[in-house]
């Protein structure tokens, strides 16, 4: 290795930790731009659980959600999220979805991982998201069944 390489990596690893590194699992159920549309992203910041948001409608209405900790639905391991009026949804992951539901007994929505970036080209890349639905549940089920 030449002396330059190795100055420039002495140099790096003195600078100490590399900026926060963000990564988001994206979920959504129905079709966008519909009534019916619900929108999940699940942020992990340095490998932790970060942020939840919420999202839902033709003009996707936004809502901060809190992680309300670990359950059990229908023996399943699951986790809560709570709005700001208090009210609490459950969230299970199953297969390749996350099963949400307003209690441990009601019937869930199916919530399937959603892609974000270009389309045939069009449209801007995604450098945070997940890259595909495995590696979206993969995030989901580390960093929120705790």
């Not at 033709?58 to 699951?78: E, I, K, M, N, W």
Request: hydrophobic share 40%.
């Amino acid at each position: 290795m030449s002396h330059y390489c190795l100055a420039l990596l002495l140099a790096l690893l003195a600078a100490g930790p590399a900026q926060a590194q963000n990564t988001v699992a994206n979920y959504a159920y129905g079709q966008p731009g519909t009534a019916g549309y619900e929108h999940f992203s699940f942020w992990t910041k340095d490998g932790q659980r970060y942020q939840l948001q919420y999202s839902y409608g033709p003009d996707r209405r936004d809502a901060t959600l809190r992680y309300a900790g670990p359950a059990a639905v229908g023996g399943q391991a699951s986790f809560k999220v709570q709005f700001a009026d208090g009210r609490v949804l459950y969230i299970t992951p199953a297969d390749a979805v996350l099963r949400v539901a307003t209690s441990p007994t009601a019937a869930p929505k199916e919530f399937a991982w959603e892609y974000e970036g270009p389309v045939n080209g069009v449209g801007t890349a995604c450098s945070v998201c997940a890259p595909d639905a495995p590696a979206a549940m993969r995030l989901v089920q580390a960093h929120y069944l705790k």
